[in-house]
């Protein structure tokens, strides 16, 4: 069984930055790819909106949206991905979820979720 969880969630003005983790924990799982979701106010989850990835080779992803100002990265070691977000906006306030797929077409563990909100 493998578990996520996130954290580094919080309130922050515009203009400010967060830095949120995903610590994987669980005995004999693979690291195939790990990606961080968010679910705005209001959505559904079928309606998370994918915001940035990377795989076990270290290639990385990201929403236009968030480009040049959220940052994925990962300590191999520990098992944890962090999610570097800068610039925030109003328009980032979400749940922010990660997930873990273990194989390239395995169903994805996911977290619990944390919470952002961008408010002056």
């Known amino acids: 069984q493998v578990q996520l969880v996130e954290s580094g969630g919080g309130l922050v003005q515009p203009g400010g930055s967060l830095r949120l983790s995903c610590a994987a924990s669980?005995?004999?799982?693979?690291?195939?790819?790990m990606g961080w979701y968010r679910q705005a106010p209001g959505k559904q989850r079928e309606q998370r909106e994918l915001?940035?990835?990377?795989?076990?080779?270290?290639?990385?992803n990201y929403a236009d949206s968030v480009k040049a100002r959220f940052t994925v990265s990962r300590e191999n070691a520990k098992n944890t991905v962090f999610l570097q977000m800068n610039n925030l906006k109003p328009e980032d306030t979400a749940i922010y979820y990660c997930?873990?797929?273990?194989?390239?077409?395995?169903?994805?563990?996911w977290g619990q979720g944390t919470q952002v909100t961008v408010s002056s």
């Open positions: 997930n873990l797929y273990t194989s390239r077409y395995g169903i994805p563990y």
């Open positions: 669980g005995s004999g799982f693979t690291f195939y790819a």
């Open positions: 915001v940035a990835t990377i795989t076990s080779g270290g290639s990385t």
